[in-house]
């Protein structure tokens, strides 16, 4: 997985020099400007990144289960992780959306003075339920990986049954 190393340390090196710009900029205070959009972008990746990983292991996972090759347990965690690294990476892209919307209003000629007060105002109420819902959601997934309750691991293993083989009668994991 080379590939995956290379990516990383360009990320890495990108996310320092995309900061760096940032903070010599003397744009770095405009929310639209090109270092911004790029700076945002690359925090966003790795956090989609872990994602999509975690969300693949799981579906991995699910399949093993059902064939009575996997615990429901850590089954149920690579569930939990997406759920949590998925609430963490909406958090920068509804960010980065945002801003994206504001470059997007002045590269047609709308200054984002231009915008109105109140469709501020939804902007920003649509921004602090999207961080709500995603920010709960990502916190009690994160709590359940590293805190579960012993009625949460029952129910847990009582949920997830493996495939019956045609000589072997269907146990309960």
Do not use: H, K
């Not at 799981?58 to 939990?80: K, S």
Request: aromatic share 10%; net charge positive; charged share 15%.
């Amino acid at each position: 997985m080379r590939w995956t190393q290379a990516l990383a340390g360009i990320l890495l090196v990108g996310q320092v020099v995309c900061t760096a710009l940032v903070v010599a900029s003397a744009r770095s205070v405009e929310e639209t400007s090109a270092v911004v959009l790029v700076t945002n972008f690359s925090r966003v990746v790795p956090l989609l990144w872990a994602f999509a990983e975690s969300l693949a292991y799981w579906r991995m996972m699910r399949r093993r289960l059902a064939l009575g090759l996997a615990d429901p347990v850590v089954t149920n965690r690579f569930f939990l992780w997406s759920v949590w690294t998925g609430g963490l990476a909406m958090l920068p892209l509804a960010t980065l959306l945002l801003r994206l919307t504001g470059y997007a209003l002045q590269w047609f000629g709308l200054p984002e003075a231009d915008v109105a007060a109140s469709d501020r105002a939804a902007i920003a109420a649509s921004l602090q339920i999207v961080f709500l819902i995603t920010g709960l959601a990502g916190v009690i997934a994160i709590s359940l990986s590293f805190f579960p309750p012993r009625r949460y691991l029952d129910w847990i293993r009582t949920q997830s049954q493996p495939i019956a083989t045609p000589d072997s009668p269907r146990v309960r994991v």
